[in-house]
């Protein structure tokens, strides 16, 4: 099957369900053929001009309230040497908020919000297709998260460090981090990374592919770090998001995203409440498990031939 003959997808659904039909699609294909209709279903898209614009104009808040911190650091030693012993801390700190994002994006978030509506979808798209990544410019690989920091960046800007600079240089290198944080991930995916992704991957400040890989395995619900992965020491080790998601379902009803990609992660009492009010099973993970039916496990195979069965 050549990409022209592939089936023309409906435009109105959501794009991960876009994604889960193309790539059960591309499935059939081999060679380049393969990986530009992996690439057309699944690479990221062109961000705005306004969006892009907005890392500059980030960068250049930053620029000024550089200044202003420079110049507290300089009139003391003591507030040089606080200053570079919290900056360990704040990558710590990086890492985990970067967790938090990551698994927000991947699991829970809505992919019509107005903020990270669309990273979201791209968050999800990558999953089934790691490689997307590594083409995307720059500008266009982190609009989203520019767009989200322009109002910490104003705020680092319109303020004067001079009374705690140290403070005001573990802020500024938190928002820089945070900046730039789906681009250190994007550097863990490269086969050759950057220079500067080499050696700060080299030196443990960035992630590496070996700390991220098991991400990308079924089922696609551990390795949430993407800056260093120093916090997933405490996440993973007390199964965190594991226990978020049992807690997200039951509060609100909704099955995470995560679940969705990879159903053999779904909990037996969920599946049992599927049985009991067939209503409640989502439409993705119909359509999900039509592309994927190796991740569907017997009790969810079930489920859905009952749903059809009665449909
Ligand atoms: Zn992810
Ligand atoms: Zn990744």
């Not at 081999?30 to 907005?54: F, I």
């Not at 089922?219 to 807690?247: C, H, Y």
């Amino acid at each position: 099957m050549t990409p022209s003959s592939r089936p023309a997808i409906q435009p109105a659904i959501l794009a991960i369900e876009r994604s889960a039909v193309a790539l059960k699609l591309a499935k059939g294909l081999k060679g380049r053929e393969r990986v530009a209709a992996l690439l057309d279903c699944t690479a990221p898209r062109q961000k705005s001009a306004l969006d892009r614009g907005l890392i500059l104009v980030d960068y250049a808040l930053a620029a000024t309230a550089a200044v202003s911190i420079v110049q507290g650091l300089l009139a003391t030693t003591a507030s040089i040497i606080i200053g570079i012993l919290f900056l360990p801390l704040t990558l710590f700190i990086g890492d985990l908020i970067g967790q938090c994002t990551h698994k927000w994006l991947d699991s829970y978030a809505s992919e019509d919000g107005f903020f990270l509506g669309q990273a979201a979808q791209e968050f999800r798209k990558h999953h089934e297709y790691p490689a997307n990544l590594n083409g995307v410019g720059y500008l266009n690989h982190i609009a989203a998260f520019g767009k989200v920091l322009f109002l910490p960046f104003l705020g680092m800007a319109l303020t004067s460090w001079f009374h705690s600079p140290a403070l005001g240089l573990n802020l500024l290198f938190l928002l820089i981090l945070l900046l730039n944080a789906t681009e250190i991930h994007k550097q863990a995916h490269k086969s050759k990374p950057d220079f500067h992704g080499r050696l700060l991957q080299s030196t443990g400040l960035f992630l590496t592919f070996s700390k991220h890989a098991r991400h990308h395995q079924p089922p696609f619900d551990s390795e949430f770090a993407v800056i260093n992965g120093w916090s997933q020491l405490l996440t993973d080790r007390f199964g965190f998001w594991t226990k978020m998601d049992l807690f997200w379902w039951k509060t609100f009803g909704d099955l995470p995203r995560t679940w969705i990609q990879d159903p053999r992660a779904i909990p037996q009492s969920a599946i049992e409440e599927f049985r009991q009010d067939p209503s409640k099973i989502p439409h993705d993970l119909l359509v999900y498990s039509e592309a994927y039916p190796e991740r569907r496990p017997p009790a969810v195979s079930l489920l859905l031939e009952n749903l059809r069965a009665g449909a």
